[in-house]
């Protein structure tokens, strides 16, 4: 088995520009914007540039500069937003889907990052 990209997935059409975004923060290697179907009051998406399906694509094939610059932009969209509890903010949550079972709706990978309300337990015991 391979990573397949798919070039036409809405987070690639986002980074060649062809669909507007609400841009937060934009380095080099990453992009983070604002979801267009929020669910919590701040929800931030924190996406590579290069193109990676998931999370386990971009931790086993990007460059260490790539995901050193992934993980410190969006350490730097949580500064922005005020949301670090060790700064007197009240917290967040960031997670990734990834896959059928990981529920991805999009196939290029990013990590939600999720604020401004109790967002309750991450699942239910099934
Ligand atoms: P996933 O289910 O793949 O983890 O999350 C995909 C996310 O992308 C969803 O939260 C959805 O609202 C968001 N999304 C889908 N299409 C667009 C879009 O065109 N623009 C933005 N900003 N977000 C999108």
């Known amino acids: 088995m391979a990573y397949i990209y798919d070039e036409m997935n809405i987070f690639a059409r986002i980074l060649r520009g062809e669909i507007p ?7 080099d290697h990453t992009l983070a914007f604002r979801d267009i179907a929020p669910q919590a009051p701040d929800h931030v998406l924190v996406i590579p540039k290069g193109p990676y399906v998931n999370f386990d694509h971009f931790s086993n094939v990007a460059s260490d500069a790539e995901i050193v610059d992934f993980y410190r932009t969006a350490g730097t969209v949580c500064a922005m937003l005020g949301i670090e509890p060790s700064m007197g ?4 949550r960031a ?3 990834a896959g059928d079972n990981g529920v991805q709706e999009v196939p290029h990978y990013h990590l939600h990052i999720l604020a401004g309300r109790n967002l309750g337990r991450m699942l239910n015991r099934v």
């Open 21 to 27: 975004n609400n841009t937060v923060m934009e380095t």
């Open 89 to 92: 903010g009240a917290g967040y």
């Open 95 to 97: 997670i990734t889907n």
